[in-house]
């Protein structure tokens, strides 16, 4: 319960008319493909005009130079608890997809198998230790 409460708290406190730019939803290595004039990113189905940090807090998670990388270059700070904010809402999507999918008729197969996992990683409490810390 404590993890909704910290959710419904970050909402309260990113600013609703914050800065809006268009977000992925899923920036990670395997949304990039390779074209002869260099990269592109793919899969737009999550498009959402949002926070930066929408997209910004996974590629963080990757990799922590991104965030230097991008306040140098952006120019201004990210905001903490927005990147806090969208961490927790994957988690917080994820569990209630994988929940959605179990609580109907399934068949046992390498697909539920690789969905549990993800429920039960989803899950971990040790995932929210820093989201919940601050």
Known sequence: MRVLERYDELVSRV???SYR????????????IMTPDGPAVIDWDTTRRAPRE??????????????????ELAGTPLDD?????????????EVSLFIHDFRHR?????????????????????????????
């Open 106 to 134: 399934h068949e046992h197969h390498a697909d539920t198998e690789t969905a549990w996992k993800g429920l039960t990683t989803h899950l971990d409490p040790s995932r929210w230790r820093d989201v919940l810390a601050t």
């Open 54 to 71: 929408r997209d910004l807090w996974s590629l963080i998670a990757q990799d922590s130079s991104v965030r230097a990388h991008y306040e």
């Open 81 to 93: 608890d927005t990147l806090r904010l969208y961490e927790l809402w994957w988690d917080l999507c």
């Open 21 to 32: 730019v268009t977000t992925h939803g899923e920036p990670h290595r395997g949304n990039v």
């Open 15 to 17: 600013h609703r008319d």
